[in-house]
Structures are given as structure tokens and as C-alpha cells.
DNA sequence: CGAACCTTTGAAGTGACTCAATGCGTGTGG
DNA sequence: CCACACGCATTGAGTCACTTCAAAGGTTCG
């Protein structure tokens, strides 16, 4: 049997609230074990699959992407430790994006049932998924900012941004290097530009001396400067728990 | 003392599901009797005001703004009779987005203590919270895949359909024709264009046969053709309630 | 009747795209 | 162990969607 180090949520889950004894025995019943998905394996498919569970990343990458008219294909979120996969298909019966392993993943099953239980007997719980939920919307703000109203340079700058922002979640003691995961026709299709593009921009960046490039590694060199040409906000640090009802003990 | 028909939940909430009699009431001393805001009001300003209640939009017309450095602005969302505005702001302090009024609009506060109450009573109305939040997160998904991956004539098409959809949602017998209440920049605003190109495609659309316009009232005269045009999903019908947990009689 | 705001149109400039070719690294089968 | 294929990064050249700048026409309102 898991012990309660092996449940997907305590990572993240407890950064923003202390999770009570009750509330991580009762979550790891609702979670389902952890499992290690490969690169590539897609974990549901847009307009194909059902959408009938929610899963936590315990470690690794995932992105959601969707297919466009032309062939092309948009990249709509990346998920990293902590975050939970799948909360935009709550509303919906079928998948609306479809949802990649991009690294290979160590992932909780979370199903719907859970989430019923989750609600009835844990409204404090209910309350972090509905904020974490939220927080997901304001980085998608924030991306429909930067991709509706500034060029290709912050683009880039502001994802590059956002990913470390977010490694810093988990991992305190994170740098400055950051190995993307992501080709540069992967960037374009977060940003929305072309690889072509995204490649003399990535250029662009380093020859002004904010960040310099070993494969598909980043290392930011002038955090401070990226920020301003990228006009990034950082929103990551903590969440308002002021209001959460009181745990179940 | 204001009845339950007063209430600004009762109509979009009660759309989704059928509301028991109990929760309608409780919902009715949870949230504040509706006051009129007049067009031009501002709820609330980005990294300035506390956020400290939602609104709860019984009519009118309200739009979430963001501005950026160079002193542009940015148009994040629309909101319309049924949705619960500021919800972006529940895991944070301080706004993240100017909110205001466009069009003379009822709102309800719906303070954060209620939230609590609402957390720990009714589970099932936590859900829905959960799950009307999470339809707002595709379609902010939608507009970036809009915005980052189509060109200008896909985007307004994209903006008008989404208007005329969320509309239906309170509005059955809506027809086709849709008063925006933007102006040309507005519009820009929102989907990432200049107002002279914004200009330049609705007239395209006209001469195309897709559209017609009166000031800033537009009939859409061949919907299916725009849809094709604008790649657009519709997606606020209705909503999965299957996993909700029952209500409180 | 003028001021303010919005829409519309023209003309020129540019950021990003498309097309195309080259190089590079890695894995694989002969 | 080499040859080749494949995916990815890089670079150049030409083109285009959208921008910027500028000005004129409409509408509303005090």
C-alpha cells in the first residue's frame, strides 16, 4: 500500500495550504495510485475521448493542445509537478483539448466520482481546487496579454518566464537554467509564431545578453531586464486562503 | 424585502440546473440585493483595489480589462446577464484586472465570507461555482487558440460568435442580430488588432455576405459560413452534472 | 455650433510569414 | 561501422497581413 509520500497532491497542495492529517488520508483513498506515463502517450484526445477523471503530475511535463483548422496545432497550457491536468473538461462530458505527456510523467488518476466525494466532505479541498482552478485562468490572461497586444520578442521572453516561474513552485531552490522540453516549433504554437520566428527571436534574446542557449536548455542571464522586455508579472508565490472553510480534523 | 425573483442567480445558475428551494433561499441571504451600476463605473482596478467580492451579473454588460506598458490596453473577458465576475481574483489580494461597467448593468455582491458559507453548505453549488469557472477557462483557451493562430478576419468573426452564443445562454429567442456595445477598439482590444484593421475586416466580412451593420448593432446573415470562417466551437449549452453531489432539501 | 468621439479610407512601413536550402545530431538498418 | 533517413535548428530572400500615420466624414451632445 502507497504512504502518504507517494499521493500526488502533498507536493503542491501543501505549499499553499498545511494539508491536517484527516485531509491527506482522505485524499490519497480518492486519488488512485501513482503512475509513470512515457513521453508521447496521450492522455486524451480533443472531441474524441471522454473525459471522465482528473490527474495530478507528480513529476514530469504535459502540455494540452488543440488542432486547428489548417493542421496546425495550438499549445493551450503546460502542466509541471504539482498542477492538476484536466480541470477545463469538468464542465463537459468529451475531452475539449487533448492532453500530451511531453516527459515522461509520474501521474494520480483523480476521477470525477472523487471530486463528488471531494466537495461533500471536504469543503476546505473544494476550495484550493476552485482557487488552483482560478490560478489557471489568470495565467491564461496573462497569455492572452501577451500573445493579443505585444510582439514576438516578449512572447518569447514571457514564456520563458512563466515556466521558470512555475518550476520555482515546487522547487525552491530552482536557478536560472531551464531545460524547455520543447522544440521551437513547440514555442511557436505556445506564442504563436512561426519556428522560423521563434528561432531569430530565441537569437535575438541572446544577442542582447538576457539569455544564453545550450540545446534545448535556458539559462536567463538578466532576469531583471527579461522581465521588463517581456512585461511579465510574477503570480505564482501564494494564494489568499483567508476565506477557505475550516479543514476537517 | 427582495424575493427570490430578485435574486441575480436564478437566472443562468437555474439554466444549468434545477435549483431547490432551500438552496435558492440560502443563496438569496448569501449574496446582496442587486444595485445598479451605470455605464463607465469601475468595480474595481487592477494592482489596486482589494478583491474582495464577486458580482454576480443579473443584466448588462461589463468587460475586464488589463493595461500594458506601452500604454495600450487589453480586453481579457466579456460578461454578460448570468456570469459571476472577479472570480480570477479569488486566489489573490488585490485585483488582477480592472473591471468595468459598459452597459448599465444589476449586479449582486456576493462577498468572500459567503463564499465560505456556500463552501461548506452546499456542496452542490460549490460545483457549480467550480464548474462555471472552469467553462470561463475554455473560453479563454478558445480566444487564444483564436488569437495566437488565426488571422484578423477569423478573430472578429470568433468575437461575434462568441457574443451572439453567451448571449442564448440567458436569452432563448435571441435572434441574430447583436447590438456589441464596443467600439472599433474595443473590439481591437480584445481580439488583438489595431481599430483601422478591425475596420477593414468587418467590412470584408459585409462584403462577404456574412454580416450586415447598423452603428454598432451587427446581423449576422449566414451563420454557418461564419463559423466555418471564424473555426468557432460552440461550448456554453449546458454543462456535465452528473458528478455533483446532491443538494441540501 | 463646436467639441469629442467614432468610423472610414489612403498610403507607406514593418514584423512576421512562407518558401527554400543547408547543416547538425541521432538512431537505425544494411 | 558506415550510410542514410529523420527531425530539428538555422539562415536567406521575397511576400503579405497588419501596423502606423494621417486626414476626412459622421454622429452625438452640451
Keep these: 500500500m502507497s504512504g502518504v509520500s507517494d499521493s500526488c497532491f502533498i507536493n503542491k497542495l501543501d505549499h499553499y495550504l498545511q494539508l491536517t492529517e484527516r485531509e491527506k488520508l482522505d485524499l490519497l483513498v480518492l486519488e488512485e495510485s501513482p503512475q509513470v506515463y512515457e513521453a508521447g502517450t496521450v492522455l486524451y484526445a480533443e472531441d474524441k475521448d471522454e473525459a471522465d477523471a482528473l490527474y495530478i503530475v507528480q513529476s514530469g511535463r504535459l502540455h494540452a493542445s488543440t ?12 502542466h509541471f509537478a504539482g498542477d492538476i491536468v484536466g480541470t477545463s473538461n469538468i464542465p463537459f462530458t468529451t475531452a475539449i483539448s487533448t492532453v500530451t505527456v511531453v516527459r515522461e510523467a509520474r501521474l494520480c488518476r483523480f476521477p470525477r466520482s472523487s471530486l463528488t466525494t471531494l466537495f461533500e466532505v471536504h469543503p476546505r479541498l473544494a476550495a484550493l481546487f476552485y482557487s ?4 489557471e485562468n489568470v495565467s491564461l490572461t496573462d497569455r492572452l496579454r501577451s500573445i493579443g497586444r505585444t510582439d514576438g ?6 514564456l520563458l518566464l512563466e515556466i521558470t516561474s512555475r518550476l520555482r513552485v515546487t522547487n525552491k531552490d530552482f536557478g536560472n537554467e531551464v531545460e524547455l522540453h520543447m522544440t521551437q516549433a513547440d514555442i511557436g504554437d505556445a506564442v504563436g509564431l512561426t519556428h522560423v520566428h521563434v528561432n531569430r527571436m530565441l537569437r535575438e534574446l541572446a544577442d ?3 539569455i544564453e542557449r545550450t540545446g534545448s536548455t535556458v539559462t536567463i542571464l538578466d532576469e531583471d531586464r527579461l522581465r521588463e522586455v517581456a512585461h511579465f508579472t510574477e503570480r505564482y508565490h501564494r494564494i489568499e486562503t ?3 472553510p475550516a479543514a476537517k480534523e
Tied chains: 1, 2.
Design 153 to 158: 520578442l516578449s512572447r518569447i521572453g514571457s
Design 132 to 135: 488552483v482552478g482560478m490560478l
Design 242 to 244: 483567508d476565506w477557505f
Design 67 to 78: 488542432v486547428l483548422a489548417d493542421g496546425g496545432r495550438a499549445l493551450l497550457k503546460l
Design 208 to 210: 542582447q545578453g538576457l
